[in-house]
């Protein structure tokens, strides 16, 4: 199985701050890979898909970018609801993969 | 309204067997491939299985690969996880979900159900 590796597992941060994250793919897997949000007791809700494409209704402030192995995702400026757990996840092969998950807290 | 509502989740003994239900509606259900992904208490998001569009294709995580198994009804917009063999480390909430991310994005998950596993 493909493993995604997403570092860090947790950060700190304020409101208006850049925050990045990354998440690497043990094998090549192009560009199929999606982003996700999950606020605590909520459902994960998709940002980012095909690696950088933008889900519909989604802040512009949320950027994917990355392809072949290496992946980020990057909050241009941190809002309050922003705080959360984010996740990647492969769809190039089965079985699908997630990422560990990193947590964005104050 | 599009929704996936799950059901079945129940407290049971390992090595028992569970089987959860997910009701489509409001999208194409028979059109998608449909997850299954479980979270248990504090931690992250695990992918468990999918289904093909016409049930002829399903996948398994390692993790319940021979113990679980799906199934689906495209005529009553069903999908089923059936769970044998239970452990104290399949106790999770699963979530069902249709999730697409190539070529386009799908999002559309249930609000799961709770398995806990324990004697």
């Known amino acids: 199985a493909i493993q995604m590796t997403q570092s860090p597992s947790s950060l700190s941060a304020s409101v208006g701050d850049r925050v990045t994250i990354t998440c690497r793919a043990s094998?090549?897997?192009?560009?199929?890979v999606g982003w996700y949000q999950q606020r605590p007791g909520k459902v994960p809700k998709l940002l980012i898909y095909?690696?950088?494409t933008l889900h519909s209704g989604v802040p512009t402030r949320f950027r994917g970018s990355g392809s072949g192995t290496n992946f980020t995702l990057t909050i241009s400026s941190l809002q309050p609801e922003d705080f959360a757990t984010y996740y990647c996840?492969?769809?190039?092969?089965?079985?699908?993969?997630f990422g560990q998950g990193t947590k964005v807290e104050v | 309204q599009v929704q996936l509502v799950e059901s079945g989740g129940d407290v049971v003994q390992p090595g028992r067997s569970l089987r959860l239900s997910c009701a489509a509606s409001?999208?194409?259900?028979?059109?998608?491939?449909i997850h299954w992904v479980r979270q248990a208490p504090g931690k992250g998001l695990e992918w468990v299985a999918a289904?093909?569009?016409?049930?002829?294709?399903?996948y398994y995580a390692d993790s319940v690969k021979g113990r679980f198994s799906l199934s689906r009804d495209n005529s009553k917009n069903m999908l089923y996880l059936q769970m044998n063999s239970l452990r104290l480390d399949d106790t999770a909430l699963y979530y069902c979900?249709?999730?697409?991310?190539?070529?386009?994005?799908?999002?559309?998950w249930g609000q799961g159900t709770m398995v806990v596993v324990s004697s």
């Open positions: 979900a249709n999730v697409v991310i190539f070529p386009a994005g799908v999002d559309i």
């Open positions: 996840l492969q769809d190039y092969t089965y079985p699908r993969t």
């Open positions: 409001g999208f194409a259900f028979s059109e998608y491939m």
């Open positions: 094998q090549d897997i192009r560009k199929i």
């Open positions: 095909t690696a950088s």
């Open positions: 289904i093909s569009d016409d049930g002829s294709n399903k």
